[in-house]
Structure formats: structure tokens, C-alpha cells
């Protein structure tokens, strides 16, 4: 059985820099598109960033570009996603996802076979 597990959330002041840790078991992670969605109360999941299978080709949001970057090693089976400079309009429920479509598929269509279960980032002001 496939699990990704977030971790790395929590409440956090404005233009702190919080990590987030999406760690993969049940399968290697190693040829998978990841990427990271986030949903604010009252709205809909939005996506945040993607990278691809080798890590070699990254995309993101443009509200977070420049201040959030994400990487992997897929020795550790692990995605990250560094975010700095951290805004209230950033609070929101963070999602990994493990993809085997394109990264312009899961960040157009948010096409995932697996999902994590989310974490919780708050920013206060």
C-alpha cells in the first residue's frame, strides 16, 4: 500500500520559513511527477509546485515564485518544499502528490494517483 506522509506544518509569523517533508512508502518515488497543492478554508485545492521524476525541471505557482522551492531525494523517498518569506494568504492545508503523468498534467489537471493526507501551515500577520 502506497502512503505519503506530510509533515513540517505549523503556525508560523510572516516572512518565516517553514520545510515541508512528503515522505513515500510502499513504493519508490523515483520516476513519479511530485508535486504540492494547498487549499484554504472556503476554497478550492490549488496547486503550489511540481518537480519532476529525475528533479531535474521544476514549476510553481506564480504567487510563490521565489519564495518556495522544492526538491527530492529519491534515495530517502522524500519531496520537500522549503517556503520562505511565508504570507498569511499562504495559510492553507498542504498536500504532497505522487504523479505518473506529465508535470504539465498534474499542475493543470491535478491528475495524482496518490495523495497524502495534508498538513496544516498557518501564517499570522
Not at 531535474?56 to 522551492?69: L, P, Q
Not at 520537500?80 to 498534467?105: F, G, I
Amino acid at each position: 500500500q502506497v502512503q505519503l506522509v506530510e509533515s513540517g506544518g505549523g503556525l508560523v509569523q510572516a516572512g518565516s520559513s517553514l520545510r515541508l517533508s512528503c515522505a513515500v512508502s510502499g513504493r519508490t518515488l523515483g520516476g513519479y511527477t511530485m508535486g504540492w497543492f494547498r487549499q484554504a478554508p472556503g476554497k478550492g485545492r490549488e496547486f503550489v509546485a511540481a518537480i519532476s521524476g529525475g528533479g531535474g525541471m521544476t514549476a510553481y505557482i506564480d504567487s510563490v515564485k521565489g519564495r518556495f522551492s522544492t526538491s527530492r531525494d529519491n534515495a530517502k523517498n522524500t519531496v520537500y518544499l522549503r517556503m520562505n518569506n511565508l504570507k498569511p494568504e499562504d495559510t492553507a492545508v498542504y498536500y504532497c502528490a505522487a504523479s505518473s503523468k506529465t508535470m504539465t498534467v498534474l499542475q493543470s489537471m491535478g491528475e495524482a494517483d496518490y495523495w497524502g493526507q495534508g498538513t496544516q501551515v498557518t501564517v499570522s500577520a
